[in-house]
């Protein structure tokens, strides 16, 4: 297992003035409705890279109505912004779960709503999606409850139950299902090539990873033809590099491919549990 910090850490300082100016958002909408509140991701598990997101997660007691969705949906894009766009912003990636959605555990759990920058555009056109069933909660909620700082409510590992391994690893394959040919990724290469690294990861050794650490124990398991992409999209991420891998589109189905594959051949990937 990767020494990472877990529940119980600091919000990082550099984000405290915008994980407060989110609070008041999300306070504001849900007042009297959210349980929790949860700081997970690379700001607790790794450390902000200069791309990352600020990964929230909030829990409420009912569903929420569709003007309430709207507003928030749209009141968080005034304290988010796309990554690197902005010297006092990150982008915000905010998922809000109904309890009873979740607790007890049942696979496909449901999503309330998440929000994200990648959404920008269509909900400055006023579409706002549905509550929907979400296989990688499975994933999310495992990464909750190991390493988080519960910023309103209870600690994760005491509100949620452990996923079962075996709908965790049915996340990780509906995840990796996902992804079979260029248009499956197009625009988001270096996003797919690091989460595959993490997944992979994740299968061997149970841990799961920042996606920097996870692309160093990845590279060295890669043919030395494919070890270029995963280079490229883990010096992307750290800032150290331009993301060029739109344009080495043959190089990026090779090593999603290779990975796939080689994810599929882990054992443990189908044990029950």
């Known amino acids: ?19 407060a100016r989110a609070r008041t958002v999300l306070e504001r909408h849900l007042s009297g ?13 790794g450390g902000l890279k200069p791309h990352s997101d600020i990964d929230l997660l909030a829990t409420v007691d ?28 990150r982008a915000l990636e905010v998922t809000v779960l109904v309890q009873g959605d979740v607790l007890p555990w049942r696979y496909l759990p449901r999503r309330e709503l998440q929000f994200g920058e990648w959404l920008r555009e269509d909900l400055l056109r006023g579409v706002v999606e549905p509550a929907v069933p979400d296989h990688d909660l499975a994933i999310l909620l495992t990464e909750v409850r190991q390493h988080s700082v519960c910023l309103m409510g209870v600690p ?16 990780l394959l509906d995840t990796i299902a996902q992804w079979n040919g260029a248009q499956d990724w197009r625009g988001d290469e270096r996003n797919v ?23 160093a124990w990845a590279l060295w398991r890669l043919p030395s033809d ?19 891998l739109a344009d080495r589109a043959a190089e990026v189905a090779a090593w999603v491919g290779y990975v796939k594959a080689e994810i599929s051949r882990v054992p443990t990937l189908f ?3």
């Open 1 to 19: 297992m990767t020494d990472i910090p877990g529940p119980g850490t600091r919000p990082p300082a550099d984000i405290a003035a915008q994980l």
């Open 33 to 45: 409705a959210m349980q929790s509140l949860h700081l997970f991701g690379s700001a607790v598990a």
């Open 62 to 89: 009912a569903p929420l109505a569709e003007p309430l969705r709207r507003a928030l949906m749209t009141d968080l894009l005034s304290v988010s912004a796309w990554p690197g766009s902005s010297a006092t912003l």
């Open 156 to 171: 994760a590992d005491q509100l949620f139950a452990p996923v079962p391994r075996a709908d965790f690893h049915r996340a």
């Open 193 to 215: 090539v690091l989460a595959l690294a993490r997944i992979w990861f994740t299968v061997v050794t149970g841990g799961i990873a920042p996606k920097d650490v996870a692309a």
């Open 226 to 244: 494919l070890q270029p992409v995963l280079v490229g999209a883990r010096d992307a991420y750290l800032g150290l590099a331009p993301d060029d």
């Open 271 to 273: 044990q029950r549990g």
